[in-house]
């Protein structure tokens, strides 16, 4: 009696409420007797293949069109980029210009415009490549991980936010934090080089690659192009220098190459030092 119980238990948990017969059922043996039962089906025939009809002269085509190179479609957000980036006055003005700017698709994924935070008086300019999810969400450039460790950097050379400008050479965050394409770049470049000429920092510092090639037109990488000074140049004709170095984000990855950062803000407090006597 508890055999049956223990049962009758198992099939109440398994989800069995209702019984369907009363004798167990083969179910097996249903499915042979009838394949057995079924005669099997007479081979198709093949229908008689039909008359082949003589070919009917094709009338003559005209000769395709000579190929020309089709403009690129994004050239008028360029253009338009321009046009508005040389018409802001000010850096106020400027990032109303960016705002309104519906000219890259990036601003349609992302929540917020980074702009850039500090003192835009300072003497100093950093540059990253763009916002990740924290900048994103706050609209401010290097607030996440990477941003703490960028803060501690700029106190080991006595600068803090106070006295330094930051920004990114893309306003709007990628989605998923992939690479910006070199479309995006040169949709945004027109605002990000009118704000360092309306900074007029006297010197700049590229964090990371992207923002190096982005200032200074190098084909180099990021390792080989860190530590030696190299030159932007403002659509005025302004020469400011520019320290390519690691970013931070690489960086937390990356511990053993902060001596190689370390040695470029030491270069870079040199200079400041120097610029300021």
Not at 48 to 63: D, I
Not at 130 to 145: H, S, T
Not at 221 to 246: C, F, Q
């Amino acid at each position: 009696m508890s055999d049956l119980r223990e049962l009758l238990h198992f099939y109440a948990e398994a989800g069995v409420d209702t019984p369907l017969e009363d004798v167990p059922v083969n179910r097996f043996s249903q499915v042979e007797a009838k394949r057995v039962a079924t005669p099997p089906a007479a081979p198709a025939q093949r229908a008689p293949a039909p008359q082949q009809q003589p070919e009917r002269p094709q009338p003559s085509q005209p000769a395709p069109a000579p190929l020309t190179k089709a403009s690129v479609p994004d050239d008028a957000k360029i253009a338009m980029a321009r046009q508005l980036a040389s018409g802001a006055a000010t850096l106020d003005e400027l990032r109303e210009q960016l705002g309104a700017f519906d000219g890259c698709n990036l601003k349609f994924t992302a929540k917020n415009l980074v702009f850039a935070d500090g003192n835009p008086n300072a003497s100093i300019m950093f540059v990253g490549e763009a916002p990740g999810r924290e900048e994103d969400l706050e609209g401010v450039p290097f607030i996440g991980r990477s941003g703490q460790l960028l803060d501690r950097m700029f106190t080991a050379i006595g600068l803090d936010r106070t006295s330094v400008y930051i920004a990114n050479t893309i306003p709007w965050r990628p989605p998923g934090n992939r690479t910006p394409t070199p479309l995006e770049t040169e949709i945004c470049r027109p605002f990000f080089e009118r704000q360092i000429e309306l900074a007029n920092p006297k010197l700049l510092v590229a964090l990371g690659g992207p923002a190096a090639k982005a200032l200074t037109n190098a084909t180099e990488g990021i390792l080989r192009l860190r530590g030696n000074w190299k030159t932007h140049v403002t659509a005025s004709g302004i020469e400011i220098p520019v320290m390519p170095t690691l970013h931070p984000a690489y960086l937390l990855r990356n511990a053993a190459q902060k001596r190689f950062a370390w040695r470029d803000f030491v270069s870079v407090k040199m200079r400041l030092r120097a610029l300021a006597e």
